[in-house]
């Protein structure tokens, strides 16, 4: 007991040595990629150290969960891996301790590890997360000379839309500039064209400096401006103008309620409740949208229990259609004062109204149901656009409350694939291991990533997008245990090599030389009569085989299939064959020698190579009858 409790020691204490080492690695890797997103946020703004060290702080703790399984991986398959190389992994199985119980003490090391992670996701992260969108949001409201997008609007100004075509990062110009100006309101707007402009802030970081070159600026001189048909305006023409426009570009953190709203900030608890709360709400919603429609855009009559509605809704529906009813009345009225002649209120055709209308009456009655149409079409589309992002917020909550149960999960998951790996390559160090791990992680972050982009469009079920990646390699875990703990040569390059010349066909070639020592010289008497028997046996068989066509292959095939007899004379041959060339390999005639290794190596369980059977029989014939022909001179 006592040596098995120092063996467990032993193997927590290079684990533990080398994921110290992993998880510092895995992540900076991971921190690279993150800054490298970000980095044009960061770069160029003159921000402090503290905010530099604020924001590599939170952000390191958001990327512990992904840093986490890759860092288990490398240490498994590296500490394993070295025990393999000193052989020392050799010494504890021949010690009669198999690979699961060395794995013990890791195993629950694992868990503890994945149990700690997921209490990490669920506790520390939401806050990280909470700090960093703050930070990311008050860091693109920094500078915002540096934000401008070129062909789209830009409004992170206050009162100002700006358009540019183009910008030179290394100058700072903006070219083909089109400004919005509403700080004296929107019917007092000032539009703005110019060539090219330079945004730059002041030295107190409270104001903008905005210096425009070779352009125009129009200006509304009317308040009531938009509801004139004639709308006054003044035109200027200027080389150089400025603007100097408040805006405190020093770096203050944005409100809390800004970002608190996202998925990535909030505990499972919390994403369970605000799930169940927008399926309620958007439900509400949904039925609401197409009571409306049914009652305003459809008309399609509809019969439905009046407790499936509370009371506000069938008050509100009743309201619906007695102001339906009504205007049906009035339009009913009109249409008859207007008509030469009177139509019975219970015989109104709406066919026949139309068709006694003038034309210019029937056009614009066209005109109004297209306008009804166009209104009712992006009604429609507005509702539409309403569901979709309820459905779209629901399976991004989703995705973080399945998130947070998988990468944790991934961390045994990684361990039962490093560990098992690392004893069967039997390698150590920073060389193959590294890649191995760099690769299979790759594969997990490729499959999860591409199925979270699937399932957050809601083309896959939310939860089987997340679980899809552990789906794959939870197997190839148990694989490798499996192997492992049964010392199975799953990297032996020569069994593969040798299964897929199999698969191919591709045979090994004999190579008989002449022997230093030999201690039984071949009987040459009784070699003559097994070659006698050899030849005569290889005709028969040679004769008996269909032709090589078509139909005679699958003659072939058939008696292959349902004779044994076909499959016993080919054995016959073989065997004969292989005694022939165990023989005559102690004899010192080099010709013989070299005659042996002209027998091909037959095979009798594959019944591809057809041609290829009746080949080596005329080769065994060939052969046999030169080996007779020589050794007579031995046998007199």
Same mark, same amino acid.
């Given at each position: 007991m006592r040596l098995i409790k120092r063996l467990d020691l032993f193997i927590l204490k290079n684990f533990l040595t080398l994921f110290a080492g992993t998880f510092c690695i895995s992540l900076?890797?991971?921190?690279?990629q993150f800054l490298w997103k970000y980095i044009d946020d960061l770069i160029g703004k003159g921000l402090t150290i503290d905010v530099y060290v604020k924001f590599f702080f939170y952000a390191a703790e958001t990327l512990v969960p992904t840093a986490l399984p890759l860092a288990i991986l490398l240490a498994s398959l590296i500490s394993f891996g070295n025990l393999g190389e000193r052989l020392e992994l050799l010494a504890i199985k021949a010690a009669g301790i198999s690979l699961i119980r060395t794995l013990r003490p890791l195993i629950v090391l694992v868990s503890l590890m994945a149990l700690t992670a997921f209490h990490f996701q669920n506790k520390i992260v939401p806050e990280a997360q909470l700090k960093l969108l703050q930070m990311l949001t008050s860091l693109k409201m920094k500078s915002p000379e540096l934000d401008i997008p070129e062909g789209v609007f830009y409004d992170g100004i206050e009162n100002i839309n #700006?358009?540019?075509?183009?910008?030179n990062e290394d100058t700072g110009? #903006?070219? *083909?500039?089109?400004?919005?100006?509403?700080? *004296?309101?929107?019917? =007092?707007?000032?539009?703005?064209l110019a060539d090219s402009a330079r945004l730059e802030t002041t030295s107190d970081k409270m104001h903008l400096l905005l210096h425009m070159y070779q352009g125009e600026q129009f200006e509304n $001189?009317?308040?009531n401006a938009l509801q004139t048909r004639n709308v006054p305006y003044r035109r200027e023409t200027f080389v150089e103008k400025h603007f100097i426009i408040d805006f405190d570009t020093n770096f203050n953190l944005a409100d809390q309620e800004d970002v608190a709203s996202s998925a990535r900030t909030k505990t499972i608890k919390q994403l369970t409740h605000d799930i169940d709360s927008m399926r309620c709400y958007y439900d509400s919603i949904s039925v609401v949208f197409y009571s409306t429609m049914q009652q305003y855009a459809l008309s399609i009559p509809h019969k439905t229990r009046l407790s499936d509605y509370d009371s506000l809704t069938i008050? +509100?529906?009743?309201? +619906?259609? %007695? %102001?339906?009813?009504? %205007?049906?009345?009035? =339009?009913?009225?009109? $249409? %008859?004062?207007?008509?030469?002649? +009177?139509?019975?209120? +219970? *015989?109104?055709?709406?066919?026949? #109204?139309?068709t006694q209308t003038n034309s210019q009456g029937k056009q614009r009655i066209i005109m109004n149901a297209l306008q009804k149409a166009g209104f009712q079409e992006m009604d429609a589309n507005s509702k539409a656009d309403v569901m979709e992002y309820g459905d779209k917020q629901i399976r991004l909550h989703q995705i973080q409350f399945w998130q947070k149960i998988t990468m944790s999960l991934a961390c045994l998951i990684f361990f039962f694939i490093g560990a098992p790996l690392g004893a069967i390559i039997r390698k150590g160090g920073l060389g193959f291991p590294v890649v191995v791990a760099v690769i299979i992680f790759i594969l997990y972050y490729i499959i999860d990533t591409g199925a979270m982009k699937v399932s957050r469009e809601g083309e896959i079920p939310v939860w089987f997008g997340m679980w899809i990646s552990t789906l794959v390699l939870a197997p190839l875990g148990v694989f490798f245990t499996v192997k492992s703990n049964n010392d199975s040569a799953v990297f032996n390059m020569d069994a593969y090599i040798a299964l897929w010349k199999k698969f191919l066909g591709i045979r090994p070639k004999r190579n008989i030389v002449r022997k230093e020592v030999i201690i039984n010289d071949p009987d040459y008497a009784d070699m003559d009569k097994t070659l006698g028997v050899l030849i005569t046996t290889s005709r028969e068989y040679l004769g008996s085989l269909p032709r090589s066509t078509f139909f005679g292959y699958m003659k072939y095939i058939v008696r292959y299939w349902f004779s044994k007899r076909e499959d016993m004379r080919a054995e016959g041959i073989m065997q004969i064959t292989e005694y022939v060339v165990e023989v005559l390999s102690n004899s010192k005639d080099r010709h013989v020698l070299r005659l042996l290794n002209g027998y091909p190596v037959m095979e009798t369980r594959n019944f591809r190579f057809y041609r290829r059977r009746r080949k080596d029989l005329r080769a065994v014939i060939k052969y046999s009858e030169q080996i007779r022909s020589e050794i007579e001179k031995y046998i007199n």
């Open positions: 900076f890797v991971v921190m690279m #700006l358009y540019v075509r183009h910008k110009m #903006l070219y *083909d500039v089109v400004i919005y100006n509403m700080q *004296d309101g929107v019917n =007092r707007a000032h539009i703005i $001189l009317m308040s008050a +509100s529906m009743a309201d +619906s259609v %007695k %102001k339906g009813l009504e %205007k049906e009345e009035q =339009r009913y009225q009109t $249409l %008859k004062a207007k008509t030469a002649f +009177s139509i019975p209120k +219970s *015989d109104v055709n709406i066919d026949t #109204l139309y």
